[in-house]
């Protein structure tokens, strides 16, 4: 069943540029089956008119907080307990700055105080506000308090710049939406997931490492989180939040996360091992800094404990899901691997393609079990780790 039909969704649109996409996002939410009723800032109502959501909707549109018209109608409290799901897109920085300080001073502020419904933010603007240390304080504040976030995008933006702060488009957000209701395929079942590069050290400064950047590992954390896993997030060094909700713990060696495995696999139901860990380590660890004297340098290398093998190797073992990354013949080294180290599934890609993989927003995968397949073709990380949940939750049951 459509897990939007007949869902209360209050729409707030808040002052940038893509408030005209939420003009469309309210006619697919609406095709979706949901009820939708719009509340728009001062400043959303600078670049779209009221009328048009009032059209779009067939409801009155929301403007003021202290309107004793609108309070004669449907007042802010009833709204307030009216939504479903409180989706705000565009949420410009402002309007995350005034949640991240509880403020009551408009309609739409009023109203995220006001609910009991989750509330989700789609934000959108120009990438140094994005990347501004106020912006990340108060994304990490509403993080903390529950509030879900919807992207934002990488790519071009109205401004002319190309970078992180664009509104996801609409048919993500309809998903994305559809996904906080959807059915929780997980619930009750414990998950942990590796994520990230491992660094191994040569010296007191020097390391040798990976590209990771532990998006994929972290979008299945988030994802196993939404079907109402419990979960735990084993992750190396790598600049990302912390999904909401998921338990965190940091390493940083292939040893540390050996230990931090073993440590919390106990009654796991499902292990996803999506790290990119060193398979090969110094011997010994300089203690002093190795000064550029001789020529030449070896460096002496040996073998980490391979994590993923050895949680499979328990009994009772979790479902145990691995990731390959190959540059050829994926399928093939894929359904190697998966037999070899006694997996019940494994995500392939092949990072020769440019584009997906380490380092950037995109993937796409061959996931592989004993007897069947899927193709999971080039999408966001975040999309991808939501099919990748879905086809687990499957095969576990
Ligand atoms: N893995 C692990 N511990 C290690 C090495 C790998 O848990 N020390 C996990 C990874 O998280 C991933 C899978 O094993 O899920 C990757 O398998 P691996 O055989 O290490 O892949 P490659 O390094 O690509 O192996 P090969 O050299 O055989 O291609």
């Given at each position: 069943m459509n897990p939007l039909l007949g869902k209360h969704i209050l729409l707030g649109v808040s002052g940038g540029i893509a408030a005209y996409k939420a003009a469309e996002l309210v006619r697919r939410l609406r095709d979706a089956g949901a009820d939708v009723r719009v509340v728009m800032t001062r400043g959303a109502q600078a670049f779209v008119t009221p009328l048009t959501f009032q059209a779009l909707s067939t409801h009155p549109v929301h403007t003021d907080l202290l309107d004793p018209a609108a309070e004669a109608g449907m007042g802010h409290i009833e709204l307030a307990r009216w939504a479903d799901l409180v989706l705000?897109?565009?949420?410009?920085a402002n309007l995350i700055a005034r949640l991240a300080q509880g403020r009551g001073d408009d309609l739409l502020s009023t109203l995220c105080l006001a609910t009991e419904a989750p509330i989700a933010l789609a934000p959108a603007m120009n990438r140094v506000m994005w990347a501004d240390a106020a912006t990340r304080h108060n994304i990490s504040t509403v993080r903390e308090r529950g509030i879900r976030l919807f992207g934002p995008a990488e790519g071009e933006q109205a401004c002319g710049e190309t970078g992180a702060g664009r509104m996801l488009e609409v048919p993500e957000l309809v998903e994305r939406a559809a996904g906080v209701f959807a059915?929780?395929?997980?619930?009750g079942r414990r998950v942990l997931v590796t994520a990230g590069p491992t660094r191994e050290a040569i010296d007191p400064v020097r390391y040798l490492s990976n590209r990771s950047s532990g998006r994929m590992g972290f979008a299945v954390a988030e994802a196993a989180r939404e079907a109402g896993a419990a979960v735990t997030l084993i992750a190396g060094p790598v600049h990302l939040h912390t999904p909401p909700g998921v338990k965190r713990v940091d390493v940083i060696s292939a040893a540390d996360m050996f230990a931090a495995v073993s440590n919390a696999v106990a009654n796991t139901d499902i292990f996803i091992a999506s790290a990119a860990v060193a398979d090969y380590r110094p011997a010994a660890i300089a203690s002093d800094k190795i000064k550029k004297t001789a020529r030449t340098l070896s460096l002496e290398l040996e073998r980490t404990e391979d994590i993923l093998a050895h949680v499979a190797a328990?009994?009772?073992?979790?479902f145990c899901v691995g990731f390959a990354a190959e540059t050829r013949d994926v399928a093939g080294y894929a359904r190697d691997k998966l037999a070899r180290k006694g997996l019940d599934m494994i995500a392939a890609n092949d990072v020769s393609q440019p584009g997906i993989g380490f380092d950037s927003e995109e993937n796409a995968l061959q996931v592989l079990w004993a007897d069947g397949e899927a193709a999971l073709p080039r999408a966001r990380k975040s999309v991808l780790a939501r099919q990748l949940v879905a086809l687990i939750a499957e095969r576990l049951t």
């Open positions: 705000i897109a565009p949420a410009s059915h929780q395929a997980l619930a328990r009994d009772p073992k979790p």
